[in-house]
């Protein structure tokens, strides 16, 4: 058996270490970056034989809409910043939901069942991000122009007859 040289510091000595390693020490289990690191190991020939581009630094940069979304003051502005920066990232979605579904997909066995329903849930849940954005977006926008703004009446065209006058009333209209 180990002697420890403090044992009361070092039993409970965390400094150093991630949530995740702390929770996976007590509950005995590997880390999430084990599990990561394992899988790599174990796909390596896959991974020789076809490869995966690195993980851009940014895909999609969002400071330009960040930048802009500084500068709004209206419910207006907002909302097509907001809208402008859903629509730059809806393929990346898109795809990312295709790809989980698919990924999901590929787990055959009944004993996988729980990762394939995390990743169709995932999948699900992008998606369902964006509807809840653009549903925030649509709500501001109808706060503040529902109802519609106050259309100018047409003005009659000067080639065109005055329109009818209006029928005389036929008299008391009959309560109920």
């Known amino acids: 058996m180990e002697l420890l040289l ?3 510091f070092e039993l409970y000595d965390n400094v150093g270490h991630t949530s995740d390693q702390i929770h996976s020490a007590h509950a005995g289990i590997a880390t999430t970056a084990d599990l990561h690191r ?3 190991r174990d796909a390596a020939a896959l991974l020789q034989r076809h490869g995966l581009p690195s993980p851009p ?3 999609l940069d969002l400071r330009p809409f960040e930048a802009t979304l500084a500068q709004t003051t209206t419910t207006a502005e ?3 910043v907001v809208l402008a920066a859903l629509n ?3 393929q990346i979605i898109s795809d990312l939901n295709t790809f989980l579904t698919e990924a999901g997909d590929r787990y055959h066995s009944p004993a996988l069942t729980e990762p394939r329903r995390f990743l169709w849930t995932a999948a699900a849940g992008l998606l369902a991000c964006m509807n809840d954005a653009a549903e925030g977006v649509e709500i ?3 706060e503040t122009y529902d109802p519609a703004p106050a259309r100018p009446a047409p003005k009659p065209s000067p080639d065109l007859p005055p329109p009818p006058p209006s029928p005389p009333s036929s008299g008391p209209t009959p309560s109920r």
Do not use: G
């Open 38 to 40: 394992w899988a790599r």
């Open 140 to 142: 501001a926008l109808r």
């Open 57 to 59: 630094s940014r895909a």
């Open 78 to 80: 907002i909302s097509v």
């Open 88 to 90: 730059a990232a809806d």
């Open 6 to 8: 403090h044992p009361d």
